[in-house]
């Protein structure tokens, strides 16, 4: 990683914290974002004339799989991967094995993460010991060792009585629950979305329903203990129908979606099989649109990868036995460009502000966007002519994604986290 003052020339900054949309130069030395006239007379310049400078995206919702899981992804590799999506921040799942049920495991990780360095790694605690739904994590325990909210990902605490207690917990102690939301009742095996298609392939169903009541369980968790709740990877228009209303209403509820919920349909799962397997599943056009129609109305705050890496031997598997989940950190903005802004549905700043700001809003960091002063954590970005997506080129050790060779715009060409270069595109 390189510490030498970097001067980024030429390109337009797009930062929705501070309004901007012009061509600006942007000076990177100890750090942080300086005021030009302190160039060096040996300042390294990156030419990004025609570019995108925009800040670094943050993402609330990855796994490194490490502990435990590192032949599917460790935190060096799941680094590389967010830098080269333009990523500078990631949340760390806790579903890992061991969980993240405690402070000794929130700090190996997080130290993991310093140690590499190349995002800020950021670390999400189990709200329940081993994800079992059984018995509360000492939060307070775990708040020492740094982790920045609360969840059981991977799974749902069913414990209505349980949940109130760690909603109230987590309100007193400043914490947010990013929470995970599988009615696991409902789901009763099921494998894709519930409709034409599951019935076409003979697998059992996931109805939105599974998905929706435990939104409407959430949301009036948070109308009665007043804590903060995130919910997580949202695909179902009914789900949405009841964010819309609770934020109507003021409650602090927050929301995220995945780029494949407002880009596919569960019809990809045809000729994708596996690749395009995640819960909650791919679902209809209507729940697509939904999705698309949430994002610009504001009842969708933020864009998530839920970034999943498996082996392609357990993708490999029959659709009934492979692993839910699939990679995205290397492909989030530029689907996001192309199945969003360029159609005309988001504005660029309104796209990096699901992708930016209101992550960062949300955890809390109190970034300033570009600023002079600011934190330099930045991306440039490559919006003017359309790649095709490669999962062979991926950082990741992870290749499941359905958007392999899939054209897209937004190739990312430069990222700086902390002033240092975390990735670079080579020229080839």
């Known amino acids: 990683m390189r510490t030498e003052q970097l001067l980024i020339a ?33 300042c390294r310049v990156f030419d990004a004339t025609g570019m995108i400078v925009a800040p670094g995206l943050v993402d609330l919702h990855v796994h490194f799989r490490e502990p435990g899981g590192e032949h ?6 799941g680094s590389r991967a967010a830098a ?81 207690e760690a909603a109230h917990q987590a309100k007193e102690l400043g914490l947010f629950i990013t929470d995970h939301c599988e009615n696991h009742k409902t789901i009763a095996g099921g494998v894709i979305n519930e409709g034409e298609t599951s019935q076409k392939l003979g697998v059992c169903g996931i109805p939105n329903s599974c998905e929706a009541d435990i939104v409407a369980r959430d949301i009036e968790l948070a109308r009665r203990t007043g804590c903060h709740i995130h919910l997580q990877h949202i695909s179902a228009k009914e789900s949405l129908e009841l964010i819309r209303e609770a934020k109507g209403q003021g409650l602090p509820i927050t929301a995220e979606t995945a780029p494949h919920y407002f880009t596919l349909t569960d019809r990809v799962i045809l000729t994708r099989g ?44 029959p659709l009934d036995r492979a692993p839910f989940g699939v990679v995205g950190l290397e492909t989030a903005f530029a689907v996001g460009y192309t199945q969003l802004v360029l159609p005309g549905h988001l504005t660029l700043p309104e796209l990096l502000r699901l992708m930016s700001a209101n992550p960062a ?32 080129q991926f950082a990741s050790k992870g290749r499941n994604t359905p958007f392999s060779g899939m054209k897209v715009h937004g190739r990312t060409m430069l990222t700086v986290c902390g002033g240092k270069v975390s990735f670079e595109e080579v020229s080839k």
């Open 10 to 42: 030429g390109g337009k900054v797009v930062d929705p914290c501070g309004n901007i949309c012009q061509e600006r130069d942007i000076l990177v030395a100890g750090g942080v974002i300086m005021p030009l006239d302190e160039k060096g007379s040996d």
């Open 84 to 164: 080269r999506g333009g990523f500078t921040t990631v949340c760390c799942m806790p579903n890992t094995s061991p969980t993240i049920d405690c402070r000794e495991f929130v700090e190996r990780v997080a130290g993991r993460g310093r140690e590499v360095g190349l995002v800020n790694l950021l670390v999400v605690g189990a709200l329940s010991k081993g994800l079992k739904g059984l018995e509360l994590t000492d939060f307070a325990q775990m708040l020492a060792g740094g982790v920045c909210a609360l969840s059981d990902d991977g799974k749902t605490l069913m414990d209505d009585a349980l949940m109130h």
């Open 361 to 392: 809003r949300i955890l809390g960091l109190g970034r300033e966007g570009l600023a002079t002063g600011a934190p330099a954590n930045l991306v440039v970005f490559d919006v003017r002519e359309p790649y095709t997506v490669d999962s062979g």
């Open 72 to 77: 599917k992804e460790d935190i060096a590799t």
């Open 274 to 317: 596996a690749n395009a397997k995640m819960n909650p599943p791919l679902r209809t056009e209507a729940d697509r649109k939904a999705v698309i129609a949430a994002l610009i109305d504001g009842t969708i705050d933020a864009i998530a990868t839920d970034h999943a890496p498996h082996s392609a031997e357990e993708k490999a598997q």
